[in-house]
């Protein structure tokens, strides 16, 4: 079975950059069946879903944070990453990498979860 | 974007009785919806894809209902491993969305 593991700072300034790594393990990540998948889940405003990359590197980003955020996917390492750029506290969130099922489009793999703090 | 409603924010349930929850999209979703069960410290966990199907190992008092802008999760005798946010998520659309959640207590 599938498992993924994101690994990162757990707390960084504002004005910085956020670099996560998703870690996929028990299967390839090279693989047209899935698209790898960013949420965030503030305390407040809920669970915010970030964006996809795709194995060949192509990306979709939430508009709403497509000025700030790039994904990329590492193949030979078997993990996928985010960086986010230019933090304000109102980037402070739990951050997940999942897997989306590109047949049925459902969203039915998550990591543990890592929590960040943007804070001076 | 497709903006997911959920009510009630806060459902007080005795063990054993039956929960109902909503979840309304802003736009058509189809049955583009999965429902998700989230206890504190954990990742969502996928109970329901498709508006009605059940993920493989969740259990049979979990169903859900609807299509297009209306659907129901229903919990038919809560057990005390059920008391947890439920959160609803379209698919139909991209950017994927995600109700605010409904938060299933002990009454």
């Known amino acids: 079975q599938m498992q993924l593991q994101e690994s990162g700072p757990g707390l960084v300034k504002p004005s910085q950059t956020l670099s996560l790594t998703c870690d996929v393990s028990g299967g390839s990540i090279n693989n047209v069946s899935y698209y790898w998948i960013w949420i965030r889940q503030h305390p407040v405003r809920g669970l915010e879903w970030i964006g996809y990359i795709f194995y060949s590197g192509i990306t979709y980003y939430n508009p709403s944070l497509k000025s700030r955020v790039i994904f990329s996917i590492d193949t030979s390492q078997n993990q996928f990453s985010l960086k986010l750029t230019s933090l304000t506290a109102a980037d402070t969130a739990v951050y997940y990498c999942?897997?989306?099922?590109?047949?049925?489009?459902?969203?039915?793999?998550w990591g543990q979860g890592l929590r960040v703090t943007v804070s001076s | 974007e497709v903006v997911m409603s959920q009510s009630p924010a806060t459902l007080s349930v005795s063990p054993g009785e039956r929960a109902t929850l909503s979840c309304r999209a802003s736009?058509?979703?189809?049955?583009?919806l999965a429902w998700y069960q989230q206890k504190p410290g954990q990742a969502p966990r996928l109970l329901i894809y498709g508006a009605s199907t059940r993920e493989s190992g969740v259990p049979a008092r979990f169903s859900g209902s609807g299509s297009g802008t209306d659907f129901t999760l229903t919990i038919s005798s809560l057990q005390s491993e059920d008391f947890a946010i439920y959160y609803c998520?379209?698919?139909?659309?991209?950017?994927?969305?995600f109700g605010q959640g409904t938060k299933v207590e002990i009454k």
């Open positions: 999942a897997r989306e099922e590109r047949g049925s489009y459902v969203t039915d793999s």
């Open positions: 736009q058509n979703a189809d049955i583009n």
């Open positions: 998520q379209q698919y139909n659309r991209w950017p994927r969305t």
